[in-house]
Nanobody, 119 residues
Framework: QVQLVESGGGLVQAGGSLRLSCAAS????????VGWFRQAPGKEREFVGH????????SISDSVKGRFTISKNNAKNSVYLQMNNLKPEDTAVYYC????????????WGQGTQVSVSS
Protein backbone atom coordinates (compact mmCIF):
# COMPACT_ATOMS: atom_id res chain seq x y z
CA GLN A 1 0.00 0.00 0.00
CA VAL A 2 1.19 3.52 -0.81
CA GLN A 3 0.63 6.47 1.49
CA LEU A 4 0.86 10.05 0.26
CA VAL A 5 1.24 13.01 2.58
CA GLU A 6 1.00 16.61 1.43
CA SER A 7 2.52 19.53 3.26
CA GLY A 8 3.35 23.18 2.72
CA GLY A 9 -0.07 24.73 2.56
CA GLY A 10 -0.97 27.91 4.37
CA LEU A 11 -2.24 31.45 4.11
CA VAL A 12 -0.52 33.79 1.69
CA GLN A 13 -1.28 37.18 0.19
CA ALA A 14 -2.11 37.55 -3.48
CA GLY A 15 1.07 37.63 -5.52
CA GLY A 16 2.90 35.42 -3.07
CA SER A 17 4.32 31.93 -3.47
CA LEU A 18 4.00 28.56 -1.82
CA ARG A 19 5.67 25.23 -2.42
CA LEU A 20 3.66 22.12 -1.71
CA SER A 21 5.30 18.78 -1.10
CA CYS A 22 3.93 15.29 -1.56
CA ALA A 23 5.86 12.52 0.15
CA ALA A 24 5.20 8.87 -0.62
CA SER A 25 5.81 5.97 1.70
CA UNK A 26 4.91 2.31 1.88
CA UNK A 27 5.72 -0.31 -0.66
CA UNK A 28 7.99 0.43 -3.59
CA UNK A 29 6.78 3.65 -5.11
CA UNK A 30 6.86 3.50 -8.89
CA UNK A 31 3.83 5.18 -10.42
CA UNK A 32 3.55 6.26 -14.04
CA UNK A 33 2.37 9.71 -13.03
CA VAL A 34 1.86 11.72 -9.89
CA GLY A 35 -0.79 14.38 -10.15
CA TRP A 36 -1.87 17.46 -8.28
CA PHE A 37 -5.54 18.33 -7.92
CA ARG A 38 -7.44 20.99 -6.03
CA GLN A 39 -10.94 21.49 -4.76
CA ALA A 40 -12.39 24.82 -3.79
CA PRO A 41 -15.48 25.11 -1.56
CA GLY A 42 -18.60 24.32 -3.51
CA LYS A 43 -16.68 23.33 -6.62
CA GLU A 44 -15.66 20.07 -8.22
CA ARG A 45 -12.17 18.74 -7.96
CA GLU A 46 -9.91 20.25 -10.60
CA PHE A 47 -6.81 18.80 -12.24
CA VAL A 48 -3.78 21.04 -11.72
CA GLY A 49 -1.05 19.03 -13.37
CA HIS A 50 1.01 15.88 -13.31
CA UNK A 51 4.54 14.66 -13.69
CA UNK A 52 5.81 11.39 -15.05
CA UNK A 53 7.77 9.54 -12.41
CA UNK A 54 10.27 8.35 -14.98
CA UNK A 55 11.61 11.13 -17.13
CA UNK A 56 9.89 14.04 -15.45
CA UNK A 57 7.65 15.19 -18.30
CA UNK A 58 4.99 17.48 -16.91
CA SER A 59 1.54 18.58 -17.96
CA ILE A 60 0.02 21.70 -16.43
CA SER A 61 -3.56 22.91 -16.60
CA ASP A 62 -4.10 26.06 -18.64
CA SER A 63 -5.68 27.69 -15.59
CA VAL A 64 -2.32 27.76 -13.78
CA LYS A 65 0.17 27.49 -16.61
CA GLY A 66 2.96 30.01 -16.29
CA ARG A 67 2.47 30.29 -12.54
CA PHE A 68 2.66 26.69 -11.26
CA THR A 69 5.38 24.13 -11.90
CA ILE A 70 5.78 20.52 -10.83
CA SER A 71 9.04 18.82 -9.98
CA LYS A 72 10.14 15.63 -8.24
CA ASN A 73 12.91 13.99 -6.32
CA ASN A 74 12.90 10.26 -6.96
CA ALA A 75 15.44 9.59 -4.22
CA LYS A 76 13.09 11.17 -1.68
CA ASN A 77 9.92 9.71 -3.23
CA SER A 78 8.60 13.24 -3.34
CA VAL A 79 6.80 15.52 -5.76
CA TYR A 80 6.52 19.27 -5.45
CA LEU A 81 4.10 21.93 -6.64
CA GLN A 82 5.66 25.37 -6.85
CA MET A 83 2.97 28.02 -6.95
CA ASN A 84 3.92 31.58 -7.84
CA ASN A 85 1.89 34.75 -8.28
CA LEU A 86 -0.96 33.23 -6.32
CA LYS A 87 -4.45 34.60 -6.76
CA PRO A 88 -7.49 34.45 -4.47
CA GLU A 89 -9.10 32.01 -6.91
CA ASP A 90 -6.28 29.55 -6.18
CA THR A 91 -7.74 29.07 -2.70
CA ALA A 92 -8.54 25.38 -2.34
CA VAL A 93 -7.53 22.13 -0.74
CA TYR A 94 -4.69 20.68 -2.78
CA TYR A 95 -4.24 16.94 -3.16
CA CYS A 96 -1.55 14.81 -4.67
CA UNK A 97 -2.38 11.45 -6.18
CA UNK A 98 -0.55 8.59 -7.83
CA UNK A 99 -1.72 6.04 -10.34
CA UNK A 100 -1.26 2.34 -9.78
CA UNK A 101 -2.49 -0.58 -11.83
CA UNK A 102 -3.54 1.56 -14.76
CA UNK A 103 -1.81 4.60 -16.11
CA UNK A 104 -3.54 7.87 -15.24
CA UNK A 105 -6.09 6.16 -12.99
CA UNK A 106 -5.29 7.67 -9.62
CA UNK A 107 -5.49 5.01 -6.93
CA UNK A 108 -3.60 6.66 -4.11
CA TRP A 109 -4.53 10.02 -2.64
CA GLY A 110 -3.16 12.21 0.08
CA GLN A 111 -5.28 13.85 2.74
CA GLY A 112 -4.91 17.30 1.21
CA THR A 113 -3.41 20.57 2.34
CA GLN A 114 -5.24 23.88 2.54
CA VAL A 115 -4.03 26.84 0.50
CA SER A 116 -5.68 30.18 1.18
CA VAL A 117 -4.86 33.31 -0.78
CA SER A 118 -6.01 36.66 0.54
CA SER A 119 -6.61 39.68 -1.66
Amino acid sequence: QVQLVESGGGLVQAGGSLRLSCAASGRTFSPYVVGWFRQAPGKEREFVGHIRWSGGITSISDSVKGRFTISKNNAKNSVYLQMNNLKPEDTAVYYCAADGRKRYEYEYWGQGTQVSVSS
